[in-house]
């Protein structure tokens, strides 16, 4: 990884028109090049996170890629509009593999949209 920032972002406006496995194809179309291992791993988070809001949200869907080169680091996240009040949140089978593949994860709830956020970090 060399200095620098990179974002990318994926807007699903129905749950019809985007279903997972394309997101899968250009979740892989972005992170061409990268190692298998990191690949995958970005892959498993990214899963979980976009079947959690499928689940539990509304479209639109907005996935989000944030690269911190200088860290090595790689925030994901996607955000729904929420179709649940606020209220605190338990850790579903999903949530607990992103917490245990993910250096810190979260959840920021905002008026009528809900994100949920995992941070990687890739050491060499």
């Known amino acids: 990884m060399t200095a620098g920032h990179d974002t990318v972002v994926l807007v699903v406006q129905d749950e019809d ?21 990191d690949v995958l791993l970005v892959g498993l988070v990214v899963g979980e996170l976009y079947d959690n809001a499928r689940r539990h949200g509304s479209p639109p869907y ?28 338990s850790s579903s089978a999903g949530l607990s593999l992103v917490a245990g593949l993910s250096e810190r994860w979260g959840v920021l709830t ?14 060499d």
């Open 62 to 89: 907005v996935l989000e890629l944030v690269l911190d080169r200088w860290r090595q680091a790689l925030v994901v996240s996607v955000r729904d509009r929420a179709v649940r009040p606020a209220a605190p949140w």
């Open 17 to 37: 028109s985007t279903p997972p496995d394309e997101v899968g194809r250009w979740l892989h179309d972005h992170l061409e090049g990268w190692p298998a291992f």
């Open 110 to 123: 905002q008026a009528s949209f809900t994100t949920v956020w995992a941070e990687l970090v890739f050491v």
